[in-house]
């Protein structure tokens, strides 16, 4: 049985780097039947997609957050990771990891304040 | 603003019939595939259609997918309470996901 983790700060300064985690476990991270990514939803609003990483290392990610964001795997941990920077305020939200858009972690909820 | 449109609402009442639309472009839903995802309240997306029509496994066939041109529907039969969520559309789009702004379902 597949399942995906996030973890990491739940408070991150405004203009600071937001850091999380996706531990995958029950299936091996190196696959190259899936890909890897994650999406964000912001309190009480809808889903936004912020990126994915391929098994081969190609990455694609939202155009409008793309100048801010890396997705990275780490496949001795079985973890992939997404890196936002110079956070606002607007990306307050809860952080979903998943793989190929069907399996979706339980959402981590991240908030951006002083 | 979404890439892809969706109802903000939908109701019916137990055993109805609803349908969600979604709209789109050709270079999202026109060229590529669609699928829905219905969140519960304070829980995680769960995939519900993918591939504009294909259920997982587990998921009743009272939920069904269509699309046509740029745009897709989902059906929902036999409405139950247990059905009252938050669904979402979404489509690969020119190297990027997007998606519906979500229509809330409430079982009256």
């Known amino acids: 049985q597949l399942q995906l983790q996030e973890s990491g700060p739940g408070l991150v300064k405004p203009s600071e780097t937001l850091s999380l985690t996706c531990t995958v476990s029950g299936g091996s991270i190196s696959s190259s039947s899936y890909y890897w990514g994650w999406i964000r939803q912001p309190p009480g609003k809808g889903l936004e997609w912020i990126g994915s990483?391929?098994?081969?290392?190609?990455?694609y990610y939202n155009p409008s957050l793309k100048s801010r964001v890396t997705i990275s795997v780490d496949t001795s941990k079985n973890q992939f990771s997404l890196k936002l920077s110079s956070v606002t305020a607007a990306d307050t939200a809860v952080y979903y990891c998943?793989?190929?858009?069907?399996?979706w972690g339980q959402g981590t909820m991240v908030t951006v304040s002083s | 603003q979404s890439v892809l449109t969706q109802p903000p609402s939908a109701s019916g009442t137990p055993g109805q019939r609803v349908t969600i639309s979604c709209s789109g472009s050709s270079s999202n839903i026109g060229s590529n595939t669609v699928n829905w995802y219905q969140q519960l309240p304070g829980t995680a997306p769960k995939l519900l259609i993918y591939?504009?029509?294909q259920r997982p496994s587990g998921v009743p066939d009272r939920f069904s997918g269509s699309k046509s041109g740029t745009s897709a529907s989902l059906a929902i039969s036999g409405l139950q309470s247990e059905d009252e969520a938050d669904y979402y559309c979404?489509?690969?789009?020119?190297?990027?996901?997007?998606f519906g702004g979500g229509t809330k379902l409430t079982v009256l």
């Open positions: 591939s504009n029509n």
């Open positions: 998943a793989r190929t858009m069907i399996d």
């Open positions: 990483i391929y098994y081969s290392g190609s990455t």
């Open positions: 979404a489509a690969w789009d020119d190297s990027h996901w997007v």
